[in-house]
């Protein structure tokens, strides 16, 4: 492979190889799934719908149902609305969902489609809905494209009734369906009301019954977003995911919001107990406490095998940022860190965090590609890589270590039913750190041994 200087890498800024993203509608498809009873809408050409679909499935191994405006040429010239207009009438007419909630595409943003006015004109039947968004997937990530769906729900629908409805609603921030699940367990050991919103446990998690249900039973509800403008506060999870939609609630119906990092790691996951906690003004239950003093033993025996061991830590924005936290927990070194997406909060919040830890010697890149990662590693090895499986073939060429975590992991089962997030989630990446770490030792004993004998 090429090898680049510094200088060389720095100076690429107008070509990605290899991206550490996706495009923005695979996020509000995503989203949309997170809602009951709710048909995603791809408003371009039936190729992007079915990558969004594919991408979606071979992350979780469950069908990502969503439906297509299929743009044709002439779409692209004349417009999209016969399209829309037509494919909500037929979805309705063959699907029955609840609501259809319709994102752009890259064709649809660049001829303008006017999906508001569309939306407005149409009939809709009774007691359905619609609502949309726009993802113009030539900026941002799947991370803008989720929280802009987000957006969407709230704008159409989050109401203001004046009466309170006693809840916090919790956004997750983009994570899988295992994590929604152990955000929802931590919440109601802390008993504390809530809604989740999205949330696809249930749905691109759900179970095997011998029959096809093309609306699983989970997702937050119509009404339960409506009703988000009642709730008493927002917990945004996930920084730069979720705060643009807290921000769109406080803005539209004055609910609070406060915004707290993923819960991966043990401070992270103190603050978001301590923050629901602090609502029910009720103690923290000893299982969490337990659970707590688990994951710092499970740290304190293994401690010899991280302990000042570099990692390069890519994927998602607030991910990296957990799973930096987590890593300077455990003593590790996190080397290189990376995000594809776009924005200087993500360096502002990770050179925060590393200066705490009085880490100085750490490159951080936002808006990076796996190439320019794979050039850092070759001009100064790491002993271990964290992220997607799009790292696997550094993994490989380099011969390093590597611990798939994040989105998307492609090449491996049953990972979206485990959490990474919460003091259990923790545990989890602790374990598989320490087995790649020691594999790696085991294997370097047994080479030693053969050249010993030899
Ligand atoms: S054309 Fe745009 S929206 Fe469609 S798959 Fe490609 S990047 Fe995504």
Request: glycine letters at 8%.
């Amino acid at each position: 492979m090429l090898q680049l200087t510094p200088k060389q890498i720095s100076e690429r800024s107008a070509l990605r190889i290899n991206p550490c993203k996706t495009c923005q509608p695979v996020g509000a498809m995503y989203a949309a799934l997170g809602v009951h009873r709710c048909m995603p809408h791809s408003h371009g050409s039936q190729g992007c719908a079915s990558y969004h679909r594919s991408f979606l499935t071979r992350h979780f191994k469950e069908p990502a149902i969503a439906s297509s405006s299929a743009f044709t040429e002439g779409n692209a010239v004349f417009g999209g609305g016969s399209n829309i207009r037509a494919a909500v009438k037929n979805i309705f007419a063959s699907y029955d969902p609840d609501i259809i909630a319709v994102h752009t595409t890259c064709l649809s943003e660049t001829i303008g489609d006017d999906l508001k006015t569309y939306i407005s004109e149409m009939t809709i039947p009774e007691g359905k809905l619609v609502v949309h968004t726009n993802t113009p997937s030539y900026v941002g990530s799947h991370i803008q494209g989720y929280a802009n769906m987000m957006n969407g729900f709230i704008q159409y629908l989050a109401q203001s009734s004046g009466q309170a409805n006693g809840k916090t609603a919790v956004f997750p921030g983009f994570v899988n369906p295992g994590d929604m699940r152990e955000l929802k367990r931590m919440l109601n050991l802390l008993k504390t009301s809530h809604t989740l919103f999205p949330d696809t446990s249930g749905v691109m998690d759900a179970p095997m019954t011998g029959y096809y249900s093309m609306y699983p039973k989970g997702g937050t509800t119509i009404e339960e977003i409506k009703s988000l403008g009642d709730c008493a506060q927002v917990i945004a999870l996930g920084e730069l995911t979720s705060e643009e939609p807290a921000k769109m609630l406080e803005r539209l119906c004055g609910v609070h919001y406060e915004t707290l990092p993923l819960p991966i790691g043990i401070e992270n996951t103190d603050r978001f107990i301590m923050a629901a906690s602090q609502i029910t003004m009720e103690d923290v239950p000893y299982e969490l406490e337990e659970e707590r003093g688990q994951l710092l033993d499970v740290m304190l025996d293994s401690h010899f095998y991280h302990y000042g061991k570099k990692v390069a830590i890519f994927g998602d924005p607030d991910t990296v940022l957990g799973l930096v936290s987590l890593t300077l927990e455990m003593g590790m070194i996190p080397k290189y860190i990376l995000t594809g997406t776009p924005g200087d909060a993500f360096l502002r919040k990770t050179r925060a965090l590393l200066e705490r830890y009085e880490q100085d010697d750490c490159t951080v890149k936002a808006g990076g590609d796996l190439f320019e990662l794979h050039q850092w590693i070759k001009n100064e090895r790491v002993e271990l890589l964290l992220g997607t499986s799009y790292g696997k073939q550094i993994a490989k060429a380099e011969d390093i270590p590597f611990v798939r975590v994040g989105f998307p992991i492609l090449d491996r089962y049953v990972h979206s039913y485990f959490p990474i997030v919460g003091y259990r989630g923790a545990l989890r990446i602790v374990e598989k750190i320490s087995e790649a770490l020691m594999d790696r030792q085991d294997r370097d004993a047994a080479d030693e041994d053969v050249e010993l004998v030899m």
